[in-house]
């Protein structure tokens, strides 16, 4: 059972414009959130992160949002850079436990 | 720093022979150590993770083992490998419980033929 989801496998964006990566999850003891991003034949690297005591986290080009009532997470990249093509996963964490769930990941890819 | 090694980089083998893959952390005591896999059009599954020597939580059913023989290594073991065993197989550390970002290995590609 897939406790977090990525519902658009791929997305493609003009470079300069926003874009918008969603995340949807199911478990209600998910507390810690974060995106991911991965290029081909490598290991994922960390983006950045939100803690549910929050709604909002920016880094840089880079900001995440947190719905809890509607238990939706999106990330916000602006602008998008053709550097920034790369599929992305969100995870989340229990507030009890170690473990971090991923989502099936979404391929963005930015058109210069 | 730390660092992460895994390997080995890619791997072919056939249905039914054993399988060893080696990651180990450099540069911190006591981390958390997972082990992923993601498969074709699949996200990054967690299999298995510990949070010290010779502790071992699995997450799903499968053909799959792990053992943590050492604070800073973790390997991942088949007896018998399946078809759908193949997949990218990616070990990962935290520092502790959440709240903190995890830190990935290079992965290995395991084809199962």
């Known amino acids: 059972d897939q406790q977090v989801k990525q519902n658009s496998p791929s997305l493609s964006v003009q470079e300069g414009r926003i874009s918008i990566l969603n995340c949807d999850y199911t478990n209600s003891m998910f507390d810690y959130f974060l995106w991911y991003k991965k290029y081909p034949a490598e290991g994922p690297t960390f983006l950045i992160s939100i803690s549910s005591i929050k709604d909002k986290n920016e880094d840089g080009r880079f900001t995440v949002f947190l719905n809890k009532s509607a238990k939706h997470l999106s990330l916000h990249i602006v602008p998008s850079q053709p550097g920034d093509s790369a599929v992305y996963f969100c995870a989340a964490s229990p507030n009890t436990g170690n473990q971090f769930y991923f989502g099936t990941g979404t391929s963005l890819t930015v058109i210069p | 720093s730390q660092t992460i090694h895994q390997w080995p980089a890619t791997l072919v083998q056939p249905v039914g022979s054993p399988l060893s893959l080696e990651c180990t952390v450099e540069?911190?005591?006591?981390?958390?150590l997972y082990w992923y896999r993601q498969a074709a059009g699949r996200g990054l599954q967690l299999l298995f993770y510990?949070?010290?020597?010779?502790?071992i939580s699995s997450e799903v059913p499968q053909n799959l083992s792990a053992s943590r023989p050492q604070d800073r290594q973790f390997i991942l073991s088949s007896k018998k490998l399946l078809l759908s065993d193949s997949g990218f197989y990616l070990c990962a550390w935290s520092v502790g419980p959440a709240e903190g970002e995890q830190y990935f290995g290079p992965g290995t590609r395991l084809t199962v033929t």
């Open positions: 540069g911190t005591s006591n981390p958390n």
């Open positions: 510990s949070v010290g020597i010779g502790q």
